[in-house]
């Protein structure tokens, strides 16, 4: 158990629909990243929030959007949803940016897009 | 652009031989790089790690080798055992002049062990 608590595990929506997916990081964790992994696909980075802030970018889609929360948990709100979004969702976590490079990653959360 | 390269979708070995896994990279900038093993419905989990100013880093069955100059890191499991099959990801972070602490990870080397 990483400590990562990431929900729901799975969503099954339709194109055109906007779903929203939640992670908590581990206690005293600052920093929250999130990955996407299609199939047979890396991991591919989103985008990185530290201490509520956006803090990196990576080729996350217009129509995806992110925040993190006071208590530091995050949100990840995919839009407009095509059958292509359809993948495994990470979430990870890290006391702070650059620590020990190690980041602690959630169970994911699969996004079925019919 | 992949940033992070494994070239070998999958590895089968048999129990108890050595398990090579490969990587290679093109950010010079890279400065940690990481394996990460991943179970089916599992998020990945960290293994071994190795900072750019070491060539090797050990931990048990697992060791990681880098070679700066060719952009090559290599994860050794000796012995392997049917538990280490798994999908294997290699990662890297340019922890030095980022700040950000992301890591960039490559396609994943899907290892069979074989009892």
């Known amino acids: 158990d990483s400590g990562v608590t990431q929900t729901p595990k799975h969503l099954i929506t339709a194109t055109g629909q906007r779903v929203t997916l939640r992670c908590s990081p581990r206690s005293g964790d600052l920093s929250v990243y999130w990955y996407q992994q299609s199939l047979d696909q890396g991991l591919q980075f989103l985008i990185q929030?530290?201490?509520?802030?956006?803090?990196a970018k990576g080729n996350i889609l217009e129509r995806f959007s992110a925040q993190q929360f006071p208590d530091l948990h995050s949100e990840l709100n995919l839009s407009s949803l095509e059958l292509g979004d359809s993948a495994l969702y990470f979430c990870a976590s890290s006391v702070q940016p650059g620590a020990t490079g190690e980041l602690f990653f959630g169970e994911g959360s699969r996004l079925t897009v019919l | 652009d992949q940033q992070v390269k494994q070239n070998s979708p999958s590895l089968s070995v048999q129990e108890g031989r050595i398990s090579i896994l490969n990587c290679d990279y093109t950010?010079?900038?890279?400065?940690?790089f990481l394996w990460y093993k991943k179970y089916p419905a599992e998020g990945p989990t960290f293994l071994i790690s190795i900072s750019s100013i070491k060539d090797k880093n050990e931990d048990g069955r697992f060791t990681v080798f880098l070679n700066k100059s060719a952009k090559h890191l290599s994860l050794h499991i000796v012995p392997s055992q049917p538990g280490d099959s798994a999908v294997y990801f290699c990662?890297?972070?340019?922890?030095?002049?980022?700040?950000?602490?992301?890591?960039?990870f490559g396609q994943g080397t899907t290892l069979q062990v074989k009892p």
């Open positions: 929030y530290y201490n509520g802030e956006e803090r």
């Open positions: 990662a890297a972070s340019d922890l030095g002049s980022s700040n950000t602490g992301k890591l960039i």
């Open positions: 950010n010079s900038m890279f400065d940690y």
